[in-house]
């Protein structure tokens, strides 16, 4: 089992749907979880951060976190083609290591 | 503004040269990270450094050595290049007093090894 899974995609969604990105993960004792947007090509920018269970929502973006059922998702609403990218998932390990899911490839459709 | 940077942004190399990839950031940040990136296979942790004097081997520094030449530069080395080390490189940053776990990355390095 990986550490850090994500579904590879391509999830294709229509513009102005909502897109949800799912992220499970195996360590219990990780407190802190982040998603990054990668556009082909370029680097991996941050665009949520979350550290307690529940939603976190920030512009078009909402993040939730259920450390029981340890998975993390995100929410992207009114999806547009600009969103088109692939979006990573990273959980935190020891020693202020990251530990990254291998991508979920969004496509907005217009 | 505050940034990472990576030279060279693109490198062909050939098998058995040995090749440095620099990375600087302006944003005062003390822990340094170099990753590769492969199809597929997400980041790979190669190695990082919590400050200058504190380097640390990642789960794939087999073939791989690092300087942190000063608290903004982390240069990775390639001894002897070898085809399968071809991939998108990419150096990062955080900042161990604020939010340590959130890592900012420079705009990678593309290497192939022919």
């Known amino acids: 089992q990986k550490e850090v899974e994500q579904n590879s995609g391509p999830l294709s969604v229509p513009e102005g749907a909502i897109a949800s990105l799912n992220c499970t993960y195996s360590d219990r004792g990780s407190q802190s979880f982040f998603w990054y947007r990668q556009y082909s090509g370029k680097s991996p920018e941050l665009i949520m951060s979350?550290?307690s269970n529940g939603d976190k929502e920030d512009g078009r973006f909402t993040a939730q976190l259920n450390k029981a059922s340890q998975y993390v998702s995100l929410l992207i609403r009114d999806s547009q083609p600009s969103d088109s990218a692939t979006y990573l998932c990273a959980v935190n390990k020891s020693n202020y290591q990251l530990i990254w899911g291998a991508g979920t490839k969004l496509i907005i459709k217009p | 503004d505050a940034d990472v940077t990576q030279t060279p942004r693109n490198r062909i190399t050939k098998t058995g040269k040995r090749i440095m990839l620099e990375c600087s950031q302006t944003?005062?940040?003390?822990?340094m990270y170099w990753y590769r990136q492969d199809p597929g296979l997400g980041l790979r942790l190669i190695y990082y450094?919590?400050?200058?004097?504190?380097?640390n081997k990642g789960e794939i520094s087999d073939g791989y050595s690092v300087s942190r030449q000063a608290q903004a530069k982390f240069s990775l080395s390639l001894e002897s290049a070898i085809p399968n080390q071809t991939a998108l490189y990419f150096c990062?940053?955080?900042?161990?007093?604020?939010?340590?776990?959130?890592?900012?990355f420079g705009p990678g390095t593309r290497l192939t090894v022919t």
């Open positions: 450094s919590f400050d200058v004097k504190d380097i």
């Open positions: 944003k005062g940040h003390d822990r």
């Open positions: 979350i550290y």
């Open positions: 990062a940053t955080s900042d161990s007093l604020t939010t340590p776990y959130e890592q900012y």
